[in-house]
């Protein structure tokens, strides 16, 4: 059972995020009435979930939470206010060359964060406003291999649709995402209040 404390630091998150939609459609549309604020902030706390399932297929992101022998993996994500994000954290993210599909990759640098190659020929650049880098975390792979920023580039922090926070491989290898510290303490309350690994795994089996 969820005590007390819980359910209110997850509430705390869950209207946290409502505003922080109301805010991202305030300055994407311009001027809103405060009615439509309240309105959007309403449907999203109502809304009733903070996490959504994404089925994961790849190499990229092993060893780090990810399975190697199954070759895929179901990971329940939060989502947050993509501007809340912290570099360490493993995001969900819309495929630079395809918004129809999603990446897994860990956040390794955002906007004012220079950028320099091992390779010399390539000029050191700085972050622009609203760029993040992102990378595998699977060091094995080549460049190509491992789809990430050393292939397609700076994304923009606005392409991140969620933050990776649980990892279920099968019936008994499974567990929490290694994300930055403050994304730890800040999603413990929504996997307590939202997290059903026997659901995941009827799912998974379907």
């Not at 706390?45 to 939470?65: A, C, D, I, Q, V």
């Not at 700085?126 to 993040?132: A, H, I, K, T």
């Not at 190509?144 to 920023?149: L, P």
Request: one cysteine or more; proline letters at 4%.
């Amino acid at each position: 059972m969820v005590g007390i404390s819980t359910l209110l630091r997850y509430f705390e998150t869950e209207l946290d995020y409502s505003i922080s939609v109301a805010r991202m459609a305030y300055l994407q549309q311009g001027q809103i009435v405060d009615k439509q604020i309240l309105d959007i902030i309403w449907r999203t706390f109502s809304y009733g979930r903070l996490t959504f399932l994404h089925w994961n297929k790849g190499k990229e992101m092993e060893p780090n939470n990810w399975d190697s022998w199954w070759n895929s993996s179901c990971s329940e994500n939060s989502r947050p206010d993509p501007m809340s994000v912290h570099v360490g954290d493993v995001v969900v993210m819309k495929d630079p060359k395809n918004s129809a599909k999603f990446l897994i990759r860990r956040l390794a640098a955002i906007e004012g964060d220079e950028m320099a190659s091992k390779d010399a020929v390539d000029e050191p650049f700085v972050l622009e406003e609203d760029q993040c880098w992102v990378l595998a975390d699977n060091d094995k792979l080549k460049p190509k291999q491992a789809y990430d920023s050393r292939i397609f580039g700076p994304v923009t922090m606005t392409s991140i649709v969620g933050r990776a926070i649980y990892c279920v491989r099968n019936d008994v290898d499974h567990g929490p995402v290694k994300n930055s510290e403050y994304s730890t303490t800040k999603d413990s309350p929504v996997l307590e209040f939202e997290l059903d690994v026997d659901e995941i795994l009827k799912n998974r089996k379907a």
